[in-house]
């Protein structure tokens, strides 16, 4: 089992000290949505978002909606092999269900996920594919019983994917750690949490490439793409 998180996520609903601000005010008018149910994007709330605190690493959901579609159609999850979560830069957690299939239109991605933000969970009644927490990188790394985390950043110890992988299959429950920002470093906070931190290119990968290149090279480190062609 790879336990998959993308942590400090640029995944959050609009703060409260950017309401009155002209730009939120007229989009939420458009969404007919109070501010604080709308999920904070720069492509509409860039001019409000300058003097937010670390305002480059914030407002962009559509990174966690790529790379939770690399990660939810790979063989990985289908074998139930996977299990991955969002961390938000407010610390916040995601669980996502390996069985959840997520809508492939981002404006629809966006309703289910201030949805998920409105009433913790989606969908409200049933199986639960989404639920939120307030929860920190330490309580969710606590609560998983990872038994190894090894993060990505190119502040990290250069090696091959390939080598860095390898070492993760002596664990039960090892986690991989991803950034889940456009740009900017993860806090120090979360550099202490992991047993090790591994540069894998010299130029930053996007999330989604690199989370696709990840689970691929567990799956083919485990053997994965042979078992599955001999079903």
């Known amino acids: 089992m790879l336990i998959l998180i993308w942590a400090e996520s640029a995944l959050e609903t609009i703060p409260k000290g950017l309401w009155s601000h002209p730009a939120i005010r ?22 409000a978002m300058k003097k937010l605190r670390e305002s480059e690493k914030r407002g962009r959901p559509d990174i966690v909606h790529f790379a939770l579609l690399e990660a939810l159609g790979s063989p990985l999850n289908k074998e139930r092999l996977l299990q991955a979560y969002v961390h938000t830069n407010n610390d916040y957690v995601v669980t ?4 959840a299939r997520l809508p492939r239109n981002y404006d629809r991605f966006v309703g289910l ?5 409105e009433l913790g969970r989606v969908p409200s009644k049933g199986q639960t594919l989404l639920k939120l927490e307030h929860k920190t990188l330490s309580q969710l790394l606590e609560e998983t019983k990872t038994d190894y985390v090894m993060a ?3 502040k990290g110890s250069p090696e091959t994917l390939e080598e860095a992988i390898s070492r993760l299959l002596e664990k039960q429950r090892p986690a991989v750690i991803v950034g889940g920002f456009p740009h900017g470093r993860f806090s120090e906070t979360t550099i202490r949490l992991a047993d090790e931190v591994v540069r894998i290119d010299p130029d930053m990968l996007e999330t989604w490439t690199l989370t696709s290149r990840v689970i691929y090279e567990y799956e083919r480190a485990i053997s994965l793409p042979k078992k599955r062609l001999r079903q």
């Open 26 to 47: 007229r989009h939420s008018k458009r969404r007919g949505k109070p501010p604080g149910l709308i999920l904070l994007d720069r492509s509409y709330h860039h001019s």
């Open 96 to 99: 996502v269900n390996s069985e």
């Open 113 to 117: 996920l201030e949805q998920l933000f």
């Open 152 to 154: 990505f950043s190119r």
